[in-house]
């Protein structure tokens, strides 16, 4: 089993609210204290994909598109224990479009050969646009199926267990297939141990340009698909009431009052 | 310039489907056309008439093949139809099988694509969408570069549609479809009491506070009282505390319901994305200075171990 993971590095998505800041001039937001990190679906999706690895045999590449620091994600990704790892660079680019990505993504993977499943996560932490996995598979002429958070090797093909509305759906295909992940209780990311941590070191990564996927940067310079044209923190002009009373009884009371009264308008 | 919109017919009419043909009311009132639904599948129940009573044109594909949603074979089947139609805006929005399609489908017809649009509208001829950015901390404004412009809108959020007064042109078209490279084989629904998540009117939900699965026994007996359906944090699904399906947040259960109670729930952005446009929010949480707060009508500081239980007993009291 050939599995390769793409992973996205960005900002902090724990960021206290409070610290968030919008650069206006290239619409979007200042790093300022907050550390660059992995996206946590991508992190799951490299788990499913180890725990796969650790079932039937295998190899896993792990793949990023990113910027001066990406070389972190993968490191932690080799860490993590996937195989080896490539880098492309984003020379600049900032926030690409999802087509873009998925143009840059797939030319890297062409290059690296034949792989039975590819890996990404369901969205990112940042701009969450969700739409990577999908314009991924169509150029890879692939077929996808999103929300994946469980897969088997079936004799020759794949079986796929992903989140529905109402609860769990099987899928079966032959490879190689796209499958975007989400979280799950099965697949949360393992933490590195010391000694795959130094051991990382010596793992190969290889890295490229846009240049060296033949990409001009035309398409690798991500405006075609779409743009952000505002970004804006949204205004909440709420003040919560928080209920009063002499004591614990006098309080529970008082809440139970509003939301009685909230349910009251409701049936 | 026409409106297209993509429905599948296995949902029949509902909240969702109202809300995404209301969204193309609203852009036709400045970009004209007229607007096209493409309905996958044979129609549920007065889907058909719903629908016809609120558009201008309704386009069916009810072959058994479509009955029951397949990716690839749905893909084809929309590609197929959307194409000729030549339409510069393509609208979905009844839940997670449409959303999967979203990207590829503008793929295949040369369009740009986003999701979880709350907000579509037409600026000077170019598509502008607008949806969360940073896990809710900030609002993006997109323009689509490309047409078609295929969104994925929060349906359920949106403004129902109204019906027109007219009833549309009916037509039954059929497509050609190949063997698909991948299948769903098997659909499990999770035992379910009560209504889904999504069309609940109020919701009592608990968090990584709780500390464990027994406490949502506990608000079992407030949602019942109230007449709430559950849902919970991701800290408390991912600890497997409750199923997967229970979450409320960006990456789970997109909620609005009238009412929404957080139980030691501390209000990380991400799952304020998926129950901020609740109508009124309460919460109980030990930490007064917690995000849940800046977003509630009105909420306890105490420990919820103090609080529901007595909240139930008084709830019921009130309530009988």
């Known amino acids: 089993m050939r599995t390769l993971v793409c992973l996205k590095q960005i900002l902090d998505p724990d960021l206290p609210a409070r610290d968030f800041q919008i650069d206006a001039e290239s619409r979007e937001a200042k790093q300022g204290s907050a550390n660059l990190v992995t996206n946590i679906f991508c992190e799951n999706a490299l788990e499913t994909a180890l725990q796969l690895r650790d079932r039937v045999g295998g190899e896993i590449t792990a793949l990023c598109y990113g910027g001066e620091k990406a070389e972190d994600v993968l490191r932690k990704a080799l860490a993590m224990t996937a195989d080896n790892a490539a880098l492309v660079s984003r020379e600049g680019v900032s926030n690409p479009d999802s087509l873009a990505v998925a143009k840059v993504l797939a030319a890297a993977i062409r290059k690296l050969g034949d792989f039975d499943l590819i890996l990404v996560g369901r969205e990112s932490g940042d701009w969450g646009v969700g739409q990577t996995g999908g314009l991924l598979a169509e150029e890879l002429g692939m077929p996808c199926l999103t929300l994946v958070d469980e897969i088997e090797a079936e004799g020759e093909g794949l079986r796929l267990r992903r989140q529905s509305d109402v609860g769990f759906e099987i899928a079966e295909c032959s490879s190689p297939v796209v499958a975007t992940i989400t979280n799950h209780e099965a697949n949360v990311p393992r933490i590195p141990k010391t000694r795959d941590v130094m051991m990382s070191y010596r793992k190969p990564l290889t890295q490229w340009t846009h240049a060296d996927l033949e990409l001009d940067n035309e398409v690798a310079g991500g405006r075609s698909y779409y743009e952000v044209v505002e970004l804006f923190v949204p205004t909440k002009d709420i003040e919560c009431e928080f209920v009063e009373g002499d004591d614990l009884n006098e309080r529970v009371a008082s809440l139970a009052g509003k939301l009685s009264a909230v349910a009251d308008a409701v049936s | ?320």
């Open chain 2, 1 to 320: 310039m026409s409106i297209a919109i993509v429905l599948f017919g296995e949902y029949g009419f509902d909240r969702a489907v109202a809300g995404v043909i209301g969204c193309g009311q609203a852009l036709k009132a400045t970009t004209g056309g007229e607007i096209v639904a493409v309905v996958i599948g044979a129609p549920a129940g007065e889907m058909t008439s719903e629908v016809a009573g609120r558009v201008d044109r309704v386009i069916v594909a009810s072959q058994p093949e479509l009955g029951e949603y397949q990716p690839e074979t749905a893909i084809d089947a929309m590609k197929q139809i959307l194409a000729p139609l030549g339409a510069s805006i393509v609208l979905l929005g009844n839940d997670t099988y449409s959303q999967e399609v979203t990207p590829r489908l503008a793929s295949r017809l040369g369009g740009s694509s986003l999701a979880d649009a709350v907000e579509v509208k037409s600026v000077n001829g170019a598509v502008h969408a607008i949806r969360s950015a940073y896990g809710g901390k900030a609002m993006a404004t997109y323009e689509l570069k490309r047409s078609p412009a295929v969104v994925w809108v929060r349906a359920r959020a949106l403004a129902p549609a109204e019906p027109t007064g007219a009833v549309a042109t009916m037509e039954e078209t059929s497509v050609n479809l190949g063997e698909a490279a991948l299948r769903i084989v098997e659909r499990r629904a999770e035992v379910q009491e009560g209504v889904r998540l999504e069309d609940a009117q109020i919701i009592v939900s608990g968090g990584r506070g709780l500390g464990g699965p027994e406490p949502f026994e506990m608000l079992k007996e407030l949602a019942q009282v109230l007449g709430a359906e559950q849902g919970a944090s991701r800290a408390a699904c991912d600890a497997g505390w409750v199923p997967p399906s229970w979450q409320v947040g960006q990456t789970g259960k997109k909620v609005a319901p009238e009412l929404y109670l957080a139980i030691a729930i501390s209000g990380a952005s991400q799952h304020l994305l998926g129950m901020g446009d609740s109508k009124v929010i309460a919460a109980v949480n030990t930490d007064g200075d917690a995000p849940i707060f800046k977003h509630c009508s009105f909420g306890i500081v105490e420990d919820y171990k103090n609080v529901v239980p007595l909240l139930t007993e008084k709830l019921a009291e009130m309530r009988k």
